[in-house]
C-alpha cells in the first residue's frame, strides 16, 4: 500500500495567516492527490483535486501544488470558518490512502 | 440537490451482519462510480471499498475482503454495503462517497453522505 505521511499533525493559526501543510507519498503517485476538509461532526468536502485542481465552489484562497511525491496544501488568508481537519488522499493505487490528518485551530 | 444519505447502522455483536444503503438524488447514479470510506471514532479515513458504473466490478480493502460485499441497485439510485463476520475493529463511522470521475473512475470524492454509525460491540 502507498503510505501518506502528512504533517504537521496539528497546528495553530491566526485569522490572516497563510497556513502550510504538507504530504509525502511512499512512491510515485503522479499528482493523484486530493485535498479533503472536515469539520466536526461533518463529512469530508473535496477542496483540491490532481494535486492543484481547486474543486468547483471552493474559495480561492485554497491551493495545492506538487514536487515529486511531495504535495503542499496552502491556505493564502485564514478565515475563522477554516478551522477543520485537512486529509490528502492518494488514488494512484488501490486501496485508496489517506494522510493521518492536520487539525487546524485558531490561535 | 445532489444528495447521498446512508442508513441501515446500528449496534451489533461480534460475528453479526449488517447491510448498509445509500440513497442517491438530484444526479444520474448510473454514471458514477461509488466508494464506501470509513472513520474510527476520533481517527483518520479509510478506504472501503468500490463498485463501477454497472456493478460488474468491485474492489477491496483487504482488511473487508471476503467478509464485505459492496453492490447497487440503479433503477432504485441505492449503493449497498453488506457486512458480515463483523469485528471489533469494524466499528466506525461509514461514509458512500461519489467518485467524481463522470462514467471513468477518477479517484476523488466529490460529493458524500452524512455517514451511519457502526458500533460492533458485545
Known amino acids: 500500500d502507498i503510505q501518506m505521511t502528512q504533517s504537521p499533525s496539528s497546528l495553530s493559526a491566526s485569522v490572516g495567516d497563510r497556513v502550510t501543510i504538507t504530504c509525502q507519498a511512499s512512491q510515485d503517485i503522479n499528482n493523484y492527490l486530493n485535498w479533503y476538509q472536515q469539520k466536526p461532526g461533518k463529512a469530508p468536502k473535496l477542496l483540491i483535486y490532481?494535486?492543484?485542481d481547486l474543486e468547483t465552489g471552493v474559495p480561492s484562497r485554497f491551493s495545492g501544488s506538487a514536487s515529486g511525491t511531495d504535495f503542499t496544501f496552502t491556505i493564502s488568508s485564514l478565515q475563522p470558518e477554516d478551522i477543520a481537519t485537512y486529509y490528502c488522499?492518494?488514488?494512484?493505487?488501490?486501496?485508496?490512502?489517506f494522510g493521518q490528518g492536520t487539525k487546524l485551530q485558531i490561535k | 440537490e445532489v444528495q447521498l444519505v446512508e442508513s441501515g447502522g446500528g449496534l451489533v455483536q461480534p460475528g453479526g451482519s449488517l447491510r448498509l444503503s445509500c440513497a442517491a438524488s438530484?444526479?444520474?447514479?448510473?454514471?458514477?462510480?461509488m466508494h464506501w470510506v470509513r472513520q474510527d471514532p476520533g481517527k483518520g479515513l479509510v478506504w472501503v471499498s468500490r463498485i463501477i458504473t454497472d456493478g460488474s466490478r468491485t474492489s477491496y480493502a483487504d482488511s473487508v475482503k471476503g467478509r464485505f460485499t459492496i453492490s447497487r441497485d440503479n433503477a432504485k439510485n441505492t449503493l449497498y454495503l453488506q457486512m458480515n463476520s463483523l469485528r471489533v475493529e469494524d466499528t466506525a463511522v461509514y461514509y458512500c462517497?461519489?467518485?467524481?470521475?463522470?462514467?471513468?473512475?477518477?479517484?476523488?470524492?466529490?460529493?458524500w453522505g452524512q455517514g451511519t454509525m457502526v458500533t460492533v460491540s458485545s
Open positions: 490532481d494535486a492543484s
Open positions: 438530484g444526479f444520474t447514479f448510473s454514471g458514477y462510480w
Open positions: 462517497a461519489r467518485d467524481r470521475g463522470n462514467y471513468y473512475g477518477h479517484g476523488a470524492f466529490d460529493i
Open positions: 488522499q492518494q488514488y494512484e493505487n488501490l486501496p485508496f490512502t
